[in-house]
């Protein structure tokens, strides 16, 4: 009626990934989208998540299905911690989310946090714009985010990316998003985590060994362009490697513990080869209400 256009992904796909539940869900039965061990409905009771667990044997990850940043997420090593963790785990999440629902699944002690940059158009078609990988965290937030991931080989690269498009197809993906995986680089297995239906922070790196404007992606699609139109539909090289390093408002003197206040000064050096994407500046607040 105003005739404006919305940039971003229909509804139907934001919804379709905002539980993880139901994600899962969605997904599960697709041999080349391989799930994570563990229940695809809401945990109902104590002695439900004892019994699963026992099942897909320990350690396991109790994760809010509405969660994000690693809230509502609980790693438990035993059956005796499993009672106390669901009920932490719950109201964390119902505090932060408005719902209590949990998830249970099996927990890898030694995995790296790959994901993949797709963009769909309005006409069907879904392709990807290579991965990044966020393994470096701090309770569950992403520090350094780097492309190309350093860990995957030519053959395991090709599967992730399939993978990552063909969910893309399922939900009929429009604008870009983020496809996130965990690997196990033991035995060369990733299994799908959840959905961004978004834009991420970390999305100059890829825009930086593509050479492509994302942000502009994102409004020529809503204009119509098909993929094929804006040369991206079928990407087979990227150029160099890309890092960024976030920096964190945090209390050094408290476990890292996120912090809030004024920003004494910003001062970022002029260097070669370095972007800085920040709305900061002397003198301005860090809020309560964004990441640290």
């Not at 098909?226 to 050094?252: Q, Y």
Request: aromatic share 6%.
């Amino acid at each position: 009626q105003e005739n404006l256009l919305w940039l971003g992904p229909p509804p139907s796909a934001i919804s379709a990934m905002g539980s993880k539940i139901q994600a899962k869900k969605l997904l599960e039965g697709n041999k080349q989208i391989p799930l994570i061990p563990g229940t695809t409905s809401a945990i109902e009771s104590a002695e439900q998540v004892t019994k699963i667990a026992h099942d897909i044997g320990f350690p396991v990850l109790l994760k809010a299905s509405a969660g994000g940043g690693g809230k509502g997420m609980r790693v438990v090593r035993n059956s005796q911690d499993l009672p106390a963790a669901l009920a932490s785990a719950q109201r964390e999440a119902l505090s932060s989310f408005g719902d209590a629902s949990m998830l249970l699944e099996k927990y890898f002690e030694d995995v790296k946090h790959i994901e993949v940059q797709i963009i769909g158009d309005q006409h069907g078609n879904v392709s990807h714009l290579f991965e990044r990988e966020c393994s470096v965290q701090r309770r569950h937030q992403k520090i350094i985010e780097e492309a190309p991931s350093s860990c995957l080989t030519p053959q395991v690269r090709q599967q992730l990316l399939h993978s990552a498009i063909e969910i893309g197809r399922a939900i009929s993906y429009q604008s870009v998003g983020t496809v996130e995986f965990i690997y196990e680089p033991a035995t060369k297995k990733f299994y799908f985590l959840e959905v961004n239906t978004r834009l991420q922070v970390e999305h100059p790196v890829t825009e930086m060994i593509t050479n492509l404007d994302l942000v502009l992606l994102q409004i020529r699609i809503a204009e119509g362009f098909s993929l094929a139109n804006l040369g991206v539909d079928n990407l087979t090289s990227f150029n160099g490697h890309s890092i960024e390093c976030r920096l964190c408002a945090e209390d050094p003197n408290n476990q890292f513990f996120p912090c809030t206040g004024p920003i004494q000064l910003w001062q970022p050096a002029a260097l070669p080869h370095i972007r800085y994407d920040t709305s900061i500046v002397s003198g301005g607040e860090i809020s309560v209400y964004y990441d640290p």
